[in-house]
């Protein structure tokens, strides 16, 4: 929403894993948007939308890119899942500071080099899970002693860890504005800080009710701080409902960049609200929908107008509008009185107007995972993750296990299989390598490997346990242009489980002979 100013049923992306979290290609990003008019763009931290050829943030407008492109990683120090502009790196320190050091280098190299006016990106992955500090050999008593400040207030061990996380990202926003001001550019500079959902820490919710992941103010409302010396007066609130979708028609105001005019742009700026400091008014709706697998009008849905809010929640059974929930959020903010029964004309009003939304932004929309782009120069070799598989058989299992190390496990009895669709950029010659873990007891079952009309078959090889994984060569083969279904399928197993699959690389080599 962020990067389009579009709701997300409208971009094609529709989970947070299992192949969803990929930015349509046919989306315009307001990175390339800014870059058309003159900006030098940067984004540091979390993408998370996209990871293959063609997807990533440097081929979506950036012309900067240090990130990771999953939800979360794990490591907080000295993390090993970067890359910079597409390509995997190494890192030293602490994810924050990591983040926050790479945009304050682009921003003064941008100010001092090329004299264009910048857009950056600065995604603090933290707090997000693993909530942890520092663990190297030389920042963990600095980490320690930051997590003990919180543990001395009484709090349960995971909630010290998430506030001490997020008073790193105070630290390292207040070396971002020291920053600015040193470089002579805190006067030309829009500051935005916000955050993308709700809060995950149980302490402390400022009244509201609900967490990360639930459709309740608690789960939706993000704080939005706005500095700008000079031309935003500090201490103006804005009581207008707004949306993450404003941030895209806003900046374009700003940097005097036409908006797109072949699409839907669900946004509004908020250029005017921010410099009068005030507002009661902005979007008439603001609608939120989320379901672990592909979005849902009945699951987890809220829409809400300037003081009422209908929020209608799972069932394991169909609809009920009898457990949809009605808050007035002037006079009851945290969401405790159900006054449904009370105001049915109000009930039908919101209920009618989020079906009217989710209907028009799912419209002629197919939620599926992309093909996966292999053969690119540039994305060569590709590595196909289990949780982008479709999976059949009655043993076979998907693990999550924080994207990288997700497997495909349990599979024993001959004709399970998993498929993933491959979309094979260059005909030719390509190497298949198999990551995976096997017991030594299990080792010697044997799976074919098919892509289209060819195939091959790999005899299963031990490693020391079934989470240690090995690289080991299954073979080569010789593929066509175009679409394509890549299957992994157990011929024989003879022991528990065939092995715990983590990855599969394909490799183009060249022409065929």
């Known amino acids: 929403g962020v990067m389009t100013g579009r709701y997300y049923p409208r971009t094609g992306l529709y989970n947070t894993r299992f192949g969803g979290d990929t930015l349509g290609k046919d989306e315009i990003t307001v990175a390339q948007l800014l870059k058309k008019a003159g900006y030098r763009t940067g984004l540091f931290g979390k993408w998370h939308l996209g990871k293959y050829h063609g997807y990533q943030p440097q081929q979506r407008g950036f012309d900067e890119f240090l990130g990771h492109y999953h939800g979360h990683i794990e490591r907080y120090d000295f993390p090993d899942q970067l890359s910079h502009n ?62 003990g400040r919180y543990l001395a207030k009484d709090m349960p061990m995971r909630e010290a860890r998430i506030y001490s996380l997020i008073e790193r990202v105070d630290q390292n926003i207040g070396r971002m504005l020291a ?20 809060g995950v820490s149980k302490f402390w919710k400022g009244g509201m009710r609900g967490n990360k992941g639930s459709v309740y103010e608690g789960g939706v409302r993000s704080p939005f701080f706005a500095r700008w010396p ?28 036409p908006l797109p005019k072949d699409r839907k742009i669900d946004g509004k700026s908020l250029v005017k609200l921010l410099k009068q400091g005030r507002g009661d008014q902005h979007h008439e709706y603001v609608y939120h929908t989320w ?35 009605l808050y007035d959020l002037k006079n009851d903010p945290g969401e405790n009185k ?22 028009d932004v799912t419209d002629g929309k197919t939620y599926r995972p992309v093909a996966i782009p292999v053969g690119h ?28 190390w997700d497997t495909i496990d349990g599979w024993k009895k001959a004709g399970e299989h998993a498929t993933w669709q491959l979309d094979v950029a260059q005909a030719g010659r390509y190497i298949i390598t198999l990551s995976y873990g096997c017991r030594p007891l299990d080792a010697g079952g044997a799976l074919r490997i098919s892509i289209g009309t060819a195939s091959l078959e790999h005899k299963v090889k031990a490693t020391t346990t079934a989470e240690q994984f090995g690289r080991f060569r299954a073979g080569e ?20 489980e065939l092995m715990r699959l983590n990855g599969i690389h394909l490799k183009h080599l060249g022409p065929s002979k």
Request: hydrophobic content about 35%; charged content about 25%.
């Open 338 to 359: 159900n006054l449904a029964a009370k105001h049915p004309e109000t009930v039908s009003r919101l209920r009618k107007a989020f079906m009217d939304w989710f209907v």
């Open 86 to 147: 597409g390509v995997p790196v190494k890192a030293r320190g602490y994810v924050s500071e990591l983040f926050t050091d790479a945009a304050m280098d682009f921003i003064e190299a941008t100010k001092k080099k090329t004299k264009a006016p910048f857009f950056c990106a600065l995604t603090f992955n933290a707090p997000h899970s693993p909530w942890v500090l520092d663990t190297s050999h030389s920042g963990q008593p600095e980490g320690d002693k930051l997590l």
């Open 291 to 325: 379901d672990r697998y592909f979005p849902n009008p009945d699951k987890r849905w809220s829409v809400s107008d300037q003081r009422w809010k209908l929020v209608g929640m799972f069932t394991k059974t169909a609809p009920d509008p009898k457990k949809w929930r």
């Open 377 to 404: 120069g540039e994305g060569n070799p590709t590595e196909l993750q289990p949780s982008w598989a479709t999976w059949k058989g009655d043993h076979i299992n998907y693990t999550f296990d924080g994207y990288d």
């Open 230 to 257: 000079g031309t935003i007066t500090a201490g103006g609130v804005v009581n207008g409902q707004t949306s993450h979708v404003d941030l895209l028609p806003t900046f374009c105001e700003l940097a005097g960049a």
């Open 179 to 198: 920053h600015l001001k040193t470089l002579g550019i805190e006067r030309e500079t829009l500051v935005i800080f916000m955050s993308d959902n709700g």
């Open 477 to 496: 083969l010789v593929l066509a242009k175009g679409k394509a279904t890549l299957k992994v399928e157990v011929i024989s197993a003879p022991g528990r």
